[in-house]
């Protein structure tokens, strides 16, 4: 298996919903990445996990709580969000942090906040 | 912190044209260079990447190149077929930082048939 998956494709929810999205890998990889992407503009880094533990935050609002289960699996928790943060949101994986391991994009949860 | 430049922002060429984009990166530490081509509602997709060890890396009609005194990097595709039409996203990468990617703002490329 040579994909990360992520699920729901497509989600809309209310400012006062809380609901997660869901990524997956079996591809053996460490790291595990979300990044927010507005249309025609490049993806955000948002947080990483390396080994199952939380490693880069980029000062992201605590409306986003991501969660690591597992070294195969990793959500996002959204609550109380904004019109402001639909978007694609996009998971990626790869063999380690270091800097000579390619990264591999999800397909992406396109969110719309309503 | 690094900073990327992309350029053009979009790109026309005529089938079996080639097309280069540039970029430009600010820290001289930065010493992974990744190319990925997204198409309309797809997910980002790595094509090519290149170390700073290394000038220049080919895979087919694609190439890229690194001048590391002039920091910059540049993506060439040869022969451009239709399919190559998409948003292509430099990026740059440094250890301190483990894996994370800053990416230039993306140049539309349009191939004519």
């Known amino acids: 298996d040579t994909e990360v998956t992520q699920t729901p494709k497509h989600l809309v929810m209310g400012m006062t919903n809380k609901k997660s999205l869901k990524c997956e890998q079996h591809m053996g990889h460490r790291a595990m990445y979300w990044y927010k992407q507005k249309a025609k503009k490049p993806p955000e880094l948002m947080f990483v996990?390396?080994?199952?533990?939380?490693?880069i935050n980029e000062s992201v609002p605590s409306r986003f709580s991501p969660e690591c289960p597992n070294s195969s699996l990793l959500n996002l928790h959204l609550h109380a969000l904004q019109p402001e943060d639909s978007a694609l949101y996009l998971c990626?994986?790869?063999?380690?942090?270091?800097?000579?391991?390619?990264?591999?994009f999800g397909p992406g949860t396109r969110l719309t906040v309503t | 912190g690094e900073n990327v430049e992309q350029h053009p922002s979009t790109l026309s060429v005529q089938e079996g044209d080639s097309a280069v984009i540039k970029c430009t990166y600010s820290d001289s530490a930065s010493n992974y260079f990744p190319w990925y081509k997204q198409e309309l509602g797809k997910r980002p997709q790595l094509i090519i990447d290149i170390r700073s060890n290394v000038g220049e890396k080919k895979d087919q009609r694609i190439a890229v190149t690194l001048n590391k005194t002039a920091k910059h990097f540049s993506l060439h595709i040869t022969e451009t077929q239709p399919e190559d039409s998409a948003v292509y996203f430099c990026a740059a990468s440094k250890e301190a930082y483990g894996n994370k990617l800053v990416f230039g703002a993306g140049t539309i490329l349009r191939v004519k048939s």
């Open positions: 996990y390396s080994y199952e533990k939380l490693s």
């Open positions: 990626a994986s790869s063999q380690g942090v270091q800097n000579f391991y390619e990264q591999y």
